[in-house]
């Protein structure tokens, strides 16, 4: 057992669903306790979806804790395969599930005689892997069971597209700033003149699956998201595929030249350093911001770093190579993948943290003291607390994080939109501090937030003065209590003497 | 369909259960607040740490006297043992907190596993010397608010029996750290004179957990009548919980503490008072005249009370008197919110409930009959545990002018343009007695209100395709 009160990375079920819900015409089936379909009501509120989210419960109840599922998850799925005809439904265990131990394989295997849309059973334990994990193997899974369906029926397509193409692999429901990403990532791929032969699985269609081999590489741009299903296609094609993530101008000009050199080989004649200058130079600010002197005064600037993998590490080389600001530590809650973190960042920061524990990661930010915090809600809550400002780089997000304007983080657009949440943290915090010296824009204080039981008393200057230095967060209710306790007492004004008895009286 | 075709008494189905609610583990989100000095500990997995951390969103931050005991795979197998695994993180929880009670809250995992919570909690409890509550709030039996009932019941074994005996009136109230503070310094003459305003009745306990300001406008509001609350469960701390001898009164507030009101019968040997819940001007009035008439007093002045409540009602009732509603069901509140807005003059279409007890609920029930026979409305149909898919599909039949869900729905019928009002507001708002009437149809009236600014802009259908869910 371990006490908990936040986590980074959600459960194992939260990625397959993430991964089911990005498809389209795709369904889920949980099997899970009543409430367990949470993830309905984050993906309505979060990217407010306009759809219905394509998942379902079969209850786990007491009934089936006595006798077994029997014939209840096999109904569930061939009911919702007539209901709403979905390509493909996804059974997903749950923690519930993975200690009932019941055979889902065979529930699977019935259902999918009368149903008239392929069923499937997520390989996924709640008990090894989490949210980003599952979604990981899910997508594989599903991508692979496709290709061999193909395969047996004789409907793979050989050979390649006749111009280069590409397939997108890894945007999905619920990731960060996703969907922004997608499209600019198309974008990209455009003005390369490369072909997106699929995008998945933000979108795409299950049909679309048999496709992915005529692409001429795939484009793995999250490292949590789409690996394995990568690896598995170059193993079984020899689709190449390239995982540099394109966030920031140098890493964006690194992903192009590597794209060239493997489309090249395979027979494209391109070069994409002119469009890489021109973009670097002119498309996107954020070199010339590097070299403008709202940059300079942001040099040696401490700031820490923490997210996933892809926007933890991005960010550090972002912050420490293009801005030359001093990035005191990075870290990820990716635990199971830190070696390829640490890989990454450690020629870029002084000292890699990896951790899934917010408590020792707002320690860490508390002993450093940085002007900036680029992490994830976790992270902005400590700066709150401790006023340093900070970005939010990662998930977990809120609402705020699912932006309606154009805010993507990766290729060129993505390097402006990084460097407005970099400037902007950092002079809001310089801001803070000047007025902090000169002493605050107002001279009338503010007593409390709340709402006072009364207003038929009056403080005196001495009371009120005390009342000040009583801690923010306790004052509102220290106010009532006084202010109940004159009301008894029929005072009609408040001094310091009153404030202190009324505390004895109370014994606070 | 006519009047005359409904049915004349209330109809009950009950369907698949297929429904979207809340886990009941969520009440610790509102019981940790309303009982200052206690611990919520989850025993369960990342799963009931996700919704938790999701569900109370900002809440989490402010370092929230709640946590999880997360169940690793060890806990699982068995290969750790349970009891040291508590005593160390309820020891450390003792180190950093320091709280009056620590509340054990079992999940489906330690239902699963067999986990015995109530035989570990007192050995663990006589150890480290701070009380442990067990309740079971899990999803494999309850729903959402029922988390709080099962709370509440626990809690009810632990309140006092007897006040201590040999007790003047004052220090009785010294060990109130509430009432210590208003009475600090007065003359005993006053209290004795405060007591004479109410009537002799025998002691009234309520129980459910209201936030403070309706518990005080409650209080008050019997006060006027002379019924004295003796006591409150739960109290503002769990060292304040009330004394509950056998032969009191207890009467409840909210319609889904059902096993809290079995165990005050059976456990404490109280009498229920058997009443509408206050919700609502009609329900409040109903539930104040119920609690009288068991006292044998003649409430005064109740007439005028509500009368003025549904005269200050009138610019909201005004918008949905004629409309039509329909309860998708998650939260247990549905009879009396159904009843109050039939009242306002509202067509309810369908009431979904997760559980209905109709023995604890029967005077609501009554009173909602009552209710619709009065106001000549239709008798609206009552689905227990419900099924979403089917309810959507009646939901576009019926095209109501609003639809009362959870989340998960809400987004995408307003798509489909429908209003929605999202029912978990209805349990954190302030809904009881006379005083919020207006908050509960503030928030009924929300979506129709922005939806009449934006109804000349013809956007009401935003899905491409017409309504596949």
């Not at chain 1, 090894?128 to 899974?141: G, H, K, M, V």
């Not at chain 1, 890699?352 to 450093?368: N, T």
């Not at chain 2, 995992?109 to 309740?135: C, F, N, Q, R």
Request: glycine share 6%; charged share 25%.
């Amino acid at each position: 057992m371990k006490l908990a009160y936040w986590m980074y990375a959600g459960p194992a079920h939260i990625g397959t669903l993430r991964i089911a819900s990005s498809f389209k015409n795709v369904h889920a089936i949980m099997h899970a306790p009543l409430g367990d379909d949470y993830f309905n009501v984050m993906r309505s509120m979060l990217s407010r979806e306009r759809d219905f989210t394509p998942v379902t419960t079969s209850v786990v109840d007491r009934n089936v804790l006595a006798r077994g599922s029997q014939e209840k998850v096999v109904d569930n799925i061939t009911r919702k395969d007539a209901e709403e005809h979905p390509d493909l439904i996804v059974l997903t265990p749950t923690c519930t599930s993975s200690i009932l131990q019941e055979d889902l394989h065979n529930f699977v295997e019935r259902a999918q005689l009368e149903a008239k849309g392929d069923v499937m059973l997520a390989d996924v334990n709640h008990y090894r892997y989490n949210e980003l994990q599952a979604a990981d193997r899910t997508l594989d899974q599903i991508v692979q069971y496709y290709i061999e369906k193909a395969r047996k029926r004789g409907e793979l397509v050989e050979g390649k597209t006749e111009k280069p193409s590409v397939n997108i692999i890894g945007t999905s429901t619920l990731g960060f700033h996703n969907n922004h990403d997608c499209t600019e990532l198309k974008r990209l791929m455009a003005d390369l003149g490369i072909e997106v032969n699929t995008l998945i699985p933000e979108g795409a269609s299950v049909s679309d699956l048999k496709k992915m081999p005529k692409a001429w590489f795939n484009l793995v741009p999250y490292r949590e998201l789409g690996l394995t299903t990568a690896r598995y296609l170059e193993e079984q094609f020899g689709t190449p595929y390239i995982d540099i993530t394109p966030m920031g101008v140098v890493e964006t000009a690194r992903c192009i030249r590597k794209i060239q050199q493997v489309i090249n080989a395979q027979g494209a004649e391109v070069d994409y350093e002119d469009f890489i200058n021109e973009q670097t130079l002119h498309v996107s600010q954020a070199a010339w911001f590097s070299r403008s002197i709202d940059c300079q005064n942001l040099t040696g600037k401490k700031a820490v770093v923490f997210g996933d993998n892809t926007h933890a590490a991005a960010i550090t080389k972002i912050l420490a190579r293009e801005m030359g600001i001093h990035v005191v530590w990075a870290g990820t809650y990716c635990k199971y993948d830190a070696d390829w973190f640490r890989e990454q960042v450690s020629e870029y920061c002084d000292e890699v943290l990896i951790s899934e524990d917010h408590g020792e990661i707002g320690d860490a930010i508390a002993r450093v003291e940085p002007s900036a915090i680029f992490g994830t809600q976790m992270e902005r809550h400590v700066g709150k607390r401790l006023d340093i400002p900070c970005g939010v780089i990662a998930a977990p997000i809120h609402v705020q994080n699912f932006p309606i304007g154009y805010k993507p983080f990766m290729g060129y657009e993505g390097t402006n939109q990084i460097t407005d949440l970099i400037y902007n943290s950092f002079t809001l915090g310089m801001e803070d501090h000047l007025l902090e010296i000169f002493g605050g824009h107002d001279t009338k204080e503010v007593i409390t937030k709340g709402i006072s039981a009364d207003s038929d008393l009056n403080w005196t200057k001495d009371g009120q003065a005390e009342l000040n230095k009583i801690p923010g967060f306790v004052r509102g209710k220290v106010k009532r209590n006084t202010e109940k306790f004159a009301r008894d007492r029929g005072f009609k004004e408040i001094n310091a003497e009153v404030l202190y008895a009324a505390k004895e009286a109370v014994g606070a | 369909m006519t009047v005359a075709q409904q049915p004349e008494a209330l109809s009950f189905e009950c369907e698949t259960g297929n429904y979207h609610t809340f886990c009941p583990i969520s009440c610790v989100a509102w019981l940790y607040q309303k009982i200052e000095d206690s611990f919520f500990l989850v025993i369960g997995t990342k799963t009931c740490g996700y919704f938790l951390q999701n569900a109370m969103g900002v809440m989490i931050f402010a370092e929230p006297r709640y946590a999880m005991a997360e169940l690793e795979e060890g806990d699982i197998s068995a290969q750790l043992n349970d009891y040291e695994e508590l005593k160390r993180l309820c020891l450390q929880i003792k180190r950093d907190r320091n709280p009056s009670v620590i509340v054990w809250i079992g999940t489906c995992t330690t239902e699963i596993i067999k986990t015995d919570l109530e035989g570990l909690a007192p050995k663990l409890e006589s150890e480290i010397g701070i009380p442990i509550v067990v309740a079971r709030a899990n999803g494999l039996d309850y729903a959402f608010t029922q988390g709080e009932d099962t709370v509440l019941a626990a809690m009810a074994n632990r309140c006092p029996d007897k006040a201590p005996v040999a007790e003047t009136e004052t220090d009785k109230n010294e060990r109130n750290a509430i009432q210590k503070l208003l009475n600090f310094g007065k003359k005993k003459e006053d209290v004795a004179q405060e007591e004479s305003e109410y009537v002799d009745h025998p002691p009234l306990v309520l129980f459910g957990s209201l936030p403070d300001p309706v518990v005080t406008q409650l209080t008050l509001e019997l006060k006027k009548h002379g019924v004295k609350v003796s006591g409150w469960l739960p109290a503002k701390r769990f060292t304040e919980l009330p004394v509950i001898e056998e032969g009191y009164y207890v009467a409840g507030v909210n319609p889904f503490l059902s096993r809290t009101a079995t165990t005050l019968m059976r456990r404490r040997k109280c009498k229920l008072i058997g009443a509408p819940f206050p919700i609502g001007p009609d329900g409040t009035r109903a539930w104040i005249e119920k609690i009288c008439s068991v006292f044998g007093i003649t409430p005064k002045g109740l007439d005028e009370r509500e009368a003025q409540i549904w005269e200050s009602l009138e610019d909201y009732v005004k918008l949905i008197r004629g409309k039509s509603v329909f309860f998708m069901g998650d939260n247990l509140l549905e009879i009396s919110q159904a009843r109050f807005l039939i009242r306002c003059g509202m067509i309810v279409q369908e009431i979904g409930i997760p559980y209905m007890d109709k023995r604890y609920q029967a005077a609501e029930l009554a009173f909602l009959e009552k209710t619709c026979q009065e106001m000549g409305a239709p008798i609206p149909k009552i689905v227990e545990k419900p099924d979403n898919y089917n309810q959507l599909q009646r939901i576009y039949e019926l095209k109501p002018d609003l639809v009362i869900t959870g989340m998960a729905h809400a987004n995408p019928l307003e798509a489909r343009g429908i209003n929605t009002k999202w029912s978990v507001e209805f349990t954190f708002a302030q809904i009881h007695g006379f005083t919020n009437a207006r908050d509960i149809l503030e928030l009924v009236t929300r979506p129709l209100r922005r939806n009449n600014n934006l109804k000349d802009l013809g956007w009401d259908k935003l899905v491409r395709e017409e309504a596949k869910i």
